[in-house]
C-alpha cells in the first residue's frame, strides 16, 4: 500500500519489450501500512516514501542524460486523448525521431497495442489498483527498453490529475493534456498539476463549435496557476496544432530550446 496517495501499488506488472538495458537502479519498491490520517507517523512515511521515489528518479535522469535520451513524462485525466497523440505522433516522426513509449495503466495492454501499431517500441506497466507510476516502475522500464543514445522516451502515465503530480519519474519534462469535454475549469481545480507542467496541451479543440468552453478564461486561470507553461492547441483527428507538437517534441527531446512562448498556442 503506497501510504502517500493511500492507493495500493504494490501490485505493479511490467510488460516486457525487447532490448532490455540494466542501469544499475535498486527496483525494490516498498510498500508501508497505513497509518490512521492524522498520525505525524504518516507525514514521515510521506517523506521516506517521496524520497526514495526522488532518489531513483535522481539517478534515472543522469543515467537519461548521460546517453542524450530525452524522456516526457505525459499526464492527463482519463480520455483526454493521451494515445490518440502519441499515435499520430509516432507516425509523423516515423524516421525522423526515434521514440519509445513507456505505458501506464491499471490494467490490460490496449494501448501498448495501438502504440506499437503507430510503429513505436513500448513497455506496458499495469500498476492494479495503483493511481499512478513511480520512480522504480519506470526505471524497470526503461531497462526494459534500453532507449538508444539520442532517442526520445514519452512516459503515458496512469489517468489521474492527482496523484501523478506527486512523483517525479526522472523525466526531462511535464506535459500535460486536457481536452475541452472536460470544462475549462481543470487548472484552477487541479493547480498542483498544472503548476508543474512544461507544457500544456488542450486538446479535441475540434470540438469547440459543440462544447461550451471558454478559451479565455482557461488561458487566464492556467497563467494565474503556471505563468510560465507553454500552450498548444490541438486537435489529434484534424491535425490542427499537431505542428507545433512536433516541433516542441523533437526539441524537448534533443535538449534544444523549445520555440513556444509562455501562454501561446
Given amino acids: 500500500m503506497c501510504a502517500t496517495c493511500g492507493c495500493a501499488g504494490?501490485?505493479?506488472?511490467?510488460?516486457g519489450a525487447a532490448g532490455g538495458h540494466d542501469h544499475g537502479h535498486d527496483h525494490a519498491h516498498d510498500h508501508a501500512h497505513v497509518v490512521p490520517h492524522g498520525d505525524a507517523r504518516t507525514v514521515q512515511l510521506q517523506q521516506k516514501v517521496l524520497a526514495k521515489n526522488d532518489g531513483i528518479a535522481a539517478g534515472t535522469r543522469a543515467w537519461l542524460a548521460k546517453r542524450g535520451v530525452g524522456m516526457l513524462n505525459l499526464m492527463s485525466s482519463p480520455g483526454a486523448?493521451?494515445?490518440t497523440l502519441l499515435e499520430g505522433t509516432a507516425r509523423a516522426l516515423a524516421g525522423t525521431l526515434d521514440i519509445a513509449v513507456i505505458e501506464g495503466d491499471q490494467e490490460t495492454a490496449l494501448d501498448a497495442s495501438r502504440i506499437s501499431a503507430a510503429g513505436c517500441r513500448v513497455v506496458q506497466i499495469n500498476t492494479g489498483s495503483g493511481c499512478h507510476l513511480d520512480a522504480a516502475m519506470v526505471a524497470r522500464g526503461l531497462d526494459e527498453l534500453g532507449p538508444a543514445p539520442g532517442s526520445a522516451?514519452?512516459?503515458?502515465?496512469v489517468g489521474n490529475?492527482?496523484?501523478?503530480?506527486?512523483?517525479?519519474?526522472?523525466?526531462?519534462h511535464r506535459v500535460v493534456l486536457a481536452a475541452v469535454?472536460?470544462?475549462?475549469?481543470?487548472?484552477?481545480?487541479?493547480p498542483q498539476m498544472f503548476r508543474q507542467a512544461d507544457?500544456?496541451?488542450?486538446?479535441?479543440?475540434?470540438?469547440?463549435?459543440?462544447?461550451e468552453f471558454d478559451t479565455g478564461r482557461y488561458a487566464a486561470d492556467l497563467a494565474r496557476v503556471n505563468p510560465s507553461?507553454?500552450?498548444?492547441?490541438?486537435?489529434?483527428?484534424?491535425?490542427?496544432?499537431?505542428g507545433t507538437w512536433?516541433?516542441?517534441?523533437?526539441?524537448?527531446a534533443r535538449c534544444e530550446p523549445r520555440p513556444l512562448p509562455p501562454g501561446r498556442g
Fill in 229 to 242: 507553461a507553454g500552450v498548444i492547441q490541438l486537435s489529434a483527428t484534424t491535425g490542427e496544432g499537431m
Fill in 81 to 83: 486523448g493521451k494515445t
Fill in 10 to 15: 504494490d501490485g505493479a506488472v511490467v510488460h
Fill in 181 to 190: 469535454t472536460e470544462g475549462p475549469d481543470k487548472p484552477m481545480k487541479y
Fill in 246 to 252: 512536433l516541433t516542441w517534441l523533437t526539441a524537448a
Fill in 161 to 172: 490529475l492527482v496523484c501523478p503530480a506527486l512523483f517525479d519519474l526522472g523525466e526531462a
Fill in 199 to 211: 507544457l500544456v496541451l488542450l486538446t479535441k479543440v475540434d470540438l469547440l463549435p459543440y462544447v
Fill in 153 to 157: 522516451v514519452v512516459i503515458e502515465n
